[in-house]
């Protein structure tokens, strides 16, 4: 069956500027996660979403960025006013419960200037 | 101190030897384990999950060690396909959120 999707894929904006990232998650599954990685660098939690719970934000490194999900399915993470330390791969994760396992998306490449 | 450590590599393993590693986390209360697997410029994939008694998967050994706070992989008989970037995960409470080491790089040569 189809995995999760991203997009874009890549995206490179001037500093300053919004940027909205969408991701697909598997149809059926409840639990959405959005990770931000920087070169070299491992994971880092931003914000998950659980069936029409409450998301925890915790991970979510200023109020410049927000997500929201949708029917309990497609969500977009946005980030307002980009600056050149939010360039990383954003990666996108879902699973079908809590505390299952994460499939992860392919991740869209942000490169801010 | 960052809750799940790795070191960062690169193991430089000749193809068809074996090849050990650690990663060591700080929550005590860590409930679930696992090793995922990364290939450059991809997104992480499971690679598998981590049990108390320790848990083979092909060529692949994984181990626990709670008193210690550390994980451990094993992979034996080394494929050149078996170079990337093993992330080790920790999962540290009942909902799921997974905190990732920086990865562990494994380069097979021929």
């Known amino acids: 069956g189809a995995g999760v999707s991203q997009s874009p894929s890549n995206k490179v904006t001037e500093k300053g500027k919004d940027v909205e990232l969408r991701c697909d998650p598997i149809s059926g599954h409840t639990a959405l996660y959005w990770y931000r990685q920087s070169l070299g660098q491992g994971l880092e939690f931003l914000i998950y979403?659980?069936?029409?719970?409450?998301?925890?934000k915790s991970g979510l490194p200023s109020d410049r960025f927000s997500a929201e999900r949708t029917g309990g399915s497609v969500s977009t993470l946005t980030i307002q006013r980009t600056q050149q330390e939010d360039s990383a791969v954003y990666l996108c994760?879902?699973?079908?419960?809590?505390?299952?396992?994460?499939?992860f998306g392919p991740g869209t490449r942000l490169l801010v200037l | 101190r960052k809750e799940v450590e790795q070191d960062p590599g690169p193991f430089n393993v000749p193809e068809g030897a074996t090849v050990a590693f650690n990663c060591t986390y700080s929550?005590?209360?860590?409930?679930?384990f696992f090793w995922y697997r990364q290939d450059c410029r991809k997104e992480p994939k499971l690679l598998m999950s981590v049990y108390s008694s320790g848990n083979e998967d092909g060529r692949f050994t994984a181990q626990l060690n709670r008193a210690s706070q550390y994980i451990s992989l094993l992979i034996r008989d080394s494929k050149l396909s078996d170079s990337a970037t093993y992330l080790c995960v920790v999962k540290g409470d009942s909902w799921g959120k997974l905190q990732f080491g920086a990865g562990t790089q494994v380069v097979v040569t021929p």
């Open positions: 979403f659980q069936g029409n719970s409450a998301p925890d």
């Open positions: 929550n005590s209360a860590s409930q679930s």
């Open positions: 994760a879902s699973s079908p419960g809590t505390g299952e396992t994460q499939y």
